[in-house]
């Protein structure tokens, strides 16, 4: 069965950096893009960012434009998201979630995601 | 950026009712909207997507109508495990995607 889990969060001070990262297993990882989605504390979804299945193609929500960069290592059967200039409003639980797209087309429908991870910004 | 904007905020049910739920679109979004269920402490789960395309296992009494700027969710039968927080998504114009705020569905 599809499972992705999802490692690296924690408390860090503003400013600094983390890495978050992503096990993919149950699928074959190189056919699929992928994404991070965030929920704040008791808010809504907000979408972070996608990568095409090659890991190639890449968008970024504006909030973390310039700041998160998203990876996937289709050897490793992971994907990366590596968080830079932490601010507070970046505290979230952070998802991975499978694009339901094959051969090569990503359609942003999120048809299996990650448990989350927590990422705490504060001094 | 297209804003979803989902109605009610709360809706008050009781088991064995029919639910209904708006999602509406800032522009036309064809019907590239999907829907989510979350519930507390659990990541989201796929309902529908194509506005109306059940997901892989999802049952029959959860159907989406709608196209364009208006989408309902419709669940037919309330049963307990339904109660939970429900999100909208467009994908037809992006990035961004966009979700909705949420509907949260509780027990009277």
């Known amino acids: 069965q599809v499972q992705l889990v999802e490692s690296g969060g924690g408390v860090v001070q503003p400013g600094r950096s983390l890495r978050l990262s992503c096990a993919a297993s149950?699928?074959?990882?190189?056919?699929?893009?992928m994404h991070w989605v965030r929920q704040a504390p008791g808010k809504g979804l907000e979408w972070v960012a996608v990568t095409w299945q090659d890991g190639h193609n890449k968008y970024y929500a504006d909030s973390v434009k310039g700041r998160f960069t998203i990876s996937k290592d289709n050897s490793k059967n992971t994907l990366y998201l590596q968080m830079s200039s932490l601010r507070a409003e970046d505290t979230a639980v952070y998802y991975c979630?499978?694009?339901?797209?094959?051969?090569?087309?990503?359609?942003?429908?999120?048809?299996?995601w990650g448990q989350g991870i927590l990422v705490t910004v504060s001094s | 950026e297209i804003v979803m904007t989902q109605s009610p905020a709360t809706l008050s049910m009781s088991p064995g009712e029919r639910a209904t739920l708006s999602c509406r679109a800032s522009q036309s979004v064809s019907s590239n909207l999907a829907w989510y269920q979350q519930k507390p402490g659990q990541a989201p789960r796929l309902l529908i997507y194509?506005?109306?395309t059940r997901a892989t296992d999802i049952p029959a009494r959860f159907s989406g109508s709608g196209s364009g700027t208006e989408f309902t969710l419709t669940i037919s039968s309330l049963q307990s495990e339904d109660f939970a927080v429900y999100y909208c998504q467009q994908y037809n114009n992006w990035p961004p995607v966009t979700f909705g705020q949420g509907t949260k569905l509780e027990i009277k």
């Open positions: 149950g699928f074959t990882f190189s056919n699929y893009g």
């Open positions: 194509g506005a109306s």
């Open positions: 979630a499978r694009d339901l797209g094959l051969n090569y087309q990503v359609l942003s429908i999120l048809d299996f």
